[in-house]
């Protein structure tokens, strides 16, 4: 569906999957001080240059903050690549903010860490009624 009728808005098509993140990582992504989401899975082929929803959870800093499971806006990402190393995924630290010997996020190299780079990225406003107003939190999503 395009823009208006429920799109974005903003010429795509409204999402029709949602990528969950824990706050305050969805803050840092929509302001731009992240630039690289990072997860041991790359991202699947059909979803590169897409829109996506971005439910926010808690998480367990958001949890002590009283944060609400919500879809907080919407990303577009480029194709993924693994992290081949530790130094690699270093140097891309002001990128993905994760810290180092982060326990749940950070480096593992029993794992491969692949970034998701972010191409755009929208807030969700519920007062303009332009953006994602039929993106209910309550969606039943298809998450990957």
């Given at each position: 569906q395009?823009a208006?009728?429920g799109?974005t808005?903003?010429?795509?098509e409204?999402?029709k999957v949602?990528?969950?993140c824990?706050w305050p990582?969805t803050?840092?992504l929509?302001?731009?001080?992240?630039?690289?989401?990072?997860?041991?899975?790359?991202?699947?082929?059909?979803?590169?240059?897409?829109?996506?929803?971005?439910?926010e959870i808690?998480?367990?800093q958001?949890?002590?903050?009283?944060i609400?499971?919500?879809?907080?806006?919407?990303?577009?990402f480029?194709p993924?690549f693994?992290y081949?190393?530790?130094e690699?995924?270093?140097a891309?630290h002001?990128?993905?903010?994760?810290?180092?010997?982060d326990?749940?996020?950070?480096?593992?190299?029993?794992r491969?860490?692949?970034a998701?780079?972010?191409?755009?990225k929208w807030?969700?406003d519920?007062?303009?009624?332009?953006?994602?107003t039929?993106?209910p939190?309550?969606q039943q999503w298809?998450?990957?």
């Open positions: 395009a208006g009728g799109g808005g903003r010429g795509f409204a999402p949602g990528l969950h824990n990582w803050q840092a929509l302001n731009g001080q992240k630039s690289i989401e990072t997860r041991h899975y790359s991202l699947p082929p059909e979803y590169v240059g897409v829109p996506i929803a971005l439910i808690p998480g367990q958001g949890r002590e903050r009283g609400k499971r919500s879809v907080v806006g919407c990303v577009i480029g993924s693994a081949q190393t530790e690699a995924w270093m891309d002001s990128k993905h903010l994760i810290p180092p010997g326990p749940e996020f950070g480096w593992d190299p029993r491969t860490k692949f998701w780079p972010i191409v755009q807030w969700h519920p007062s303009t009624k332009r953006h994602l039929r993106l939190v309550e298809k998450s990957f």
